[in-house]
């Protein structure tokens, strides 16, 4: 009987460090979606009242917390039953993201965007619902390719590789971007220390403080435009790394323009059908 309880502890042992092994290739696959993933919701958790950015941005990690517990069961199914459907759904997935970029694009580049941006961030819930959205498409990214790396192992290694990255990215990812919107109250803090400080020390707490504080406006106003580069990124590299007509089309192109140009292209094209519906129901 104790021979059996050694077993199962080594069988523990052996399946924990697989795990520890598959996960550490899994997050470098999905690093650079991550990297996508953290700027898009730094812009989309940035932008409301001092007072409102963390109960904002709660909302939104609870809704990405959501988003997981939905995914990861019809993740594991589709993958033992459907494999056939993961494409297509991240196909419809790349559209939406695209088409948000480009709605983005436009925005910056018609006359008086800056006043209506203002505006836009007053209504918190829309946002808010935006963000959810948004984070619903990464998160289904993220999970397929951590999915694909530990495809060939078994069930149980894969339930936990797959279920930890995605907690992980959640975790991390509005970890980060809480530290980012919550940078000037870091900045004035400092600046507060140093008035109970003397000489060098209270001239660096001062300068540093200073230097968070008016670096804050600046890094909302860069999270906008990083942001929108990523959704088109991530859209566009699905369509790329999916379909492989487009991939050999725009294999000339250099570094990431043929995903930024390809998410670019259809969320222009999905832009205007919408549009032409909207023009043409309005008619009838």
Same mark, same amino acid.
């Given at each position: 009987?104790?021979?059996?309880? $050694? @077993?199962?502890?080594?069988?523990?042992?052996?399946?924990?460090?697989?795990?520890?092994?598959?996960? *550490?290739? @899994?997050?470098? *696959?999905?690093?650079? #979606?991550?990297?996508?993933?953290?700027?898009?919701?730094?812009?989309?958790?940035?932008?409301?009242?001092?007072?409102?950015?963390?109960?904002?941005?709660?909302?939104?990690?609870?809704?990405? $917390?959501?988003?997981?517990?939905?995914?990861?069961?019809?993740? $594991?199914?589709?993958?033992?039953?459907?494999?056939?459907?993961?494409?297509?759904?991240? /196909?419809?997935?790349?559209?939406?993201?695209?088409?948000?970029?480009?709605?983005?694009?436009? !925005?910056?580049?018609?006359?008086?965007?800056?006043?209506?941006?203002?505006?836009?961030?007053?209504?918190?819930?829309?946002?808010?619902?935006?963000?959810? =959205?948004?984070?619903?498409?990464?998160?289904? !990214?993220?999970?397929?390719?951590?999915?694909?790396?530990?495809?060939?192992?078994?069930?149980?290694?894969?339930?936990?590789?797959?279920?930890?990255?995605?907690?992980? @990215?959640? #975790?991390?990812?509005?970890?980060?971007?809480?530290?980012?919107? =919550?940078?000037?109250?870091?900045? $004035?803090?400092?600046?507060?220390?140093?008035?109970?400080?003397?000489?060098?020390?209270?001239?660096?707490?001062? =300068?540093?403080?200073?230097?968070?504080?008016?670096?804050?406006?600046?890094?909302? *106003?860069?999270?906008?435009?990083?942001?929108?580069? @990523? /959704?088109?990124?991530?859209?566009?590299?699905?369509?790329?790394?999916?379909?492989?007509?487009?991939?050999?089309?725009?294999?000339?192109?250099?570094?990431?323009?043929?995903?930024?140009?390809?998410?670019?292209?259809?969320? /222009?094209?999905? #832009?205007?059908?919408?549009?032409?519906?909207? =023009?043409?129901?309005?008619?009838?």
């Amino acid at each position: 009987m104790t021979g059996g309880f $050694f @077993a199962i502890l080594d069988d523990i042992a052996a399946l924990l460090d697989d795990t520890a092994v598959m996960s *550490k290739v @899994a997050a470098k *696959k999905v690093g650079g #979606v991550l990297g996508d993933d953290l700027a898009v919701n730094a812009e989309q958790a940035s932008g409301h009242a001092s007072a409102r950015e963390l109960p904002v941005l709660w909302a939104i990690t609870k809704g990405s $917390f959501r988003n997981k517990a939905i995914i990861l069961p019809i993740a $594991f199914l589709l993958s033992a039953f459907a494999p056939w459907a993961i494409v297509p759904i991240l /196909m419809l997935g790349a559209a939406y993201l695209s088409y948000e970029g480009a709605e983005k694009v436009l !925005e910056y580049l018609r006359p008086g965007h800056h006043g209506e941006e203002q505006k836009g961030a007053v209504d918190e819930a829309v946002k808010i619902k935006s963000a959810i =959205r948004t984070d619903f498409i990464l998160s289904i !990214e993220i999970i397929v390719i951590a999915l694909g790396v530990v495809a060939g192992e078994a069930l149980t290694t894969q339930i936990l590789v797959v279920t930890l990255i995605a907690l992980l @990215a959640t #975790v991390g990812v509005y970890g980060i971007v809480a530290l980012m919107v =919550r940078m000037d109250d870091m900045g $004035f803090a400092l600046v507060g220390f140093s008035q109970t400080s003397t000489g060098t020390k209270a001239a660096v707490l001062k =300068r540093s403080g200073l230097l968070l504080v008016q670096a804050m406006p600046k890094l909302i *106003k860069a999270l906008g435009y990083i942001g929108t580069v @990523a /959704m088109l990124l991530v859209g566009g590299g699905i369509f790329v790394h999916h379909l492989e007509w487009l991939h050999h089309a725009l294999a000339f192109m250099p570094f990431v323009l043929p995903e930024l140009v390809s998410g670019l292209a259809a969320g /222009m094209l999905l #832009v205007a059908l919408v549009l032409l519906w909207e =023009r043409l129901t309005q008619r009838n």
